[in-house]
C-alpha cells in the first residue's frame, strides 16, 4: 500500500546496498532527483536495469553507487558517450563495472514477463546477429506447439522500480500521462517502489486517452517532488532542457569536473533544488 513520504525516508526504507534498482522513465518523466537521493545516501553494490541508461546513470556509475548494469543502450542522447559509464568499463573508475546487454525488444519483454511474474520471456529476436555470443543469459528454446524456434531470457525482478509521473491522489494513487515507456512494468514487476510526482491532488480530472493509473496497492512510497525529472521533461509541467545535455559532456568527461559537479549540486543540495530547476528554465522561457 503506497505511503506518502519524504524522500529521503522512501530511498532509505526501499533502496537496499546490494540491490537490483530499475530507474525508468523513456525520453520524459525520468526520476533524477530520486537518483540523486541514492547517491547522496550511499548507496553501494546496485546492480542498475534500464533499457536507455543516460544521465542519472552515469551519475550512479561515477559516483561508485554500481557494480553491474543491465541495458539496451547507453548514451547521451543526441550528444554522444557517456564518459563515466566509458572510464568505468575501460578503466574501472571508480571501481570495475560488469554488462549484460539486450536489445530493446528483449528489455521490454523481460519487464512484461517480470510484471506477470514469470521467470522468463520468450519472443522472436536475436536472429541473425551475435549478442548471444557475448551473452551467455540469451537462450534458444522450441514452441512445443509449432516448432518454431524462439530466444528466451530472464524476466526482470528488481527488488526496487523507481519512476517520476506527473500526478498522485492522496491514497497514492499515480497517473502518468504522456509517451510511456515501461515504468507501468517496472513498479509491477518489483519487490517495492519509490514514485516521485509533480504534485499530489484531491482528484485526477480530466486525463489524456494513453494515461496510465498505477493503483495504491501496486505502490510502497510515494513522493511529492516538483521538477523531479529534470532536466528531463514532464508533459504538462516544463520542458526538456536540452542544452544541459550538451553541458553534460564536458562536466562528465574528465573526472575531476564530474566530481566538483556533483559535490556541488548533488551532494550539497536537496530535492527542492529540481523546483528551482524549472522555475528558472519557465522564467527563461517567457
Known amino acids: 500500500m503506497a505511503r506518502i513520504s519524504s524522500l529521503s525516508e522512501a530511498i532509505k526504507d526501499a533502496v537496499r546496498d546490494g540491490d537490483t534498482v530499475a530507474l525508468e522513465g523513456?525520453?520524459?518523466?525520468?526520476?533524477?532527483?530520486?537518483?540523486?537521493?541514492?547517491?547522496?545516501?550511499?548507496?553501494?553494490?546496485?546492480?542498475?536495469?534500464?533499457?536507455?541508461?543516460?544521465?542519472?546513470?552515469?551519475?550512479?556509475?561515477?559516483?561508485?553507487?554500481?557494480?553491474?548494469?543491465?541495458f539496451s543502450w547507453g548514451g547521451n542522447p543526441g550528444v554522444g558517450s557517456l564518459h563515466r559509464l566509458r572510464d568505468a568499463v575501460e578503466n574501472g573508475w571508480p571501481q570495475k563495472l560488469e554488462l549484460e546487454e539486450h536489445s530493446h525488444a528483449a528489455m521490454a519483454n523481460a519487464y512484461e514477463a517480470g510484471a506477470a511474474g514469470l521467470p522468463c520471456a520468450i519472443f522472436r529476436g536475436y536472429i541473425g546477429g551475435d549478442m548471444p555470443k557475448v551473452n551467455p543469459k540469451i537462450k534458444r528454446v522450441i514452441c512445443p506447439f509449432t516448432g518454431e524456434e524462439l530466444a528466451?531470457?530472464?524476466?526482470?525482478?528488481?527488488d526496487v522500480a523507481v519512476i517520476h509521473a506527473q500526478r498522485a491522489d492522496k491514497a497514492g494513487n499515480v497517473m502518468i500521462e504522456g509517451v510511456l515507456g515501461v515504468q507501468k512494468?517496472?513498479?509491477?514487476?518489483?519487490?517495492?517502489s519509490v514514485?516521485?510526482?509533480?504534485?499530489?491532488?484531491?482528484?485526477?480530472?480530466?486525463?489524456?486517452?494513453?494515461?496510465?493509473?498505477?493503483?495504491?496497492?501496486?505502490?510502497?512510497h510515494v513522493v511529492a517532488v516538483p521538477g523531479g525529472a529534470f532536466p528531463s521533461y514532464a508533459q504538462g509541467y516544463y520542458a526538456?532542457?536540452?542544452s544541459f545535455y550538451k553541458k553534460w559532456d564536458d562536466i562528465a568527461r574528465e573526472r575531476d569536473t564530474f566530481l566538483a559537479w556533483m559535490k556541488t549540486n548533488v551532494l550539497e543540495k536537496g530535492p527542492e533544488a529540481f523546483a528551482q530547476y524549472t522555475r528558472k528554465q519557465r522564467a527563461a522561457a517567457e
Open 195 to 220: 514514485v516521485t510526482v509533480e504534485q499530489i491532488v484531491e482528484d485526477f480530472g480530466p486525463r489524456s486517452l494513453n494515461a496510465v493509473i498505477l493503483p495504491h496497492w501496486t505502490i510502497q
Open 26 to 70: 523513456f525520453t520524459h518523466l525520468i526520476p533524477h532527483a530520486a537518483a540523486h537521493e541514492i547517491i547522496r545516501q550511499g548507496r553501494k553494490r546496485l546492480t542498475l536495469i534500464r533499457m536507455t541508461p543516460d544521465l542519472i546513470y552515469d551519475q550512479l556509475i561515477g559516483m561508485g553507487c554500481v557494480d553491474r548494469l543491465i
Open 240 to 242: 526538456r532542457n536540452n
Open 152 to 158: 528466451a531470457i530472464p524476466a526482470h525482478r528488481p
Open 185 to 192: 512494468e517496472a513498479v509491477l514487476a518489483s519487490k517495492r
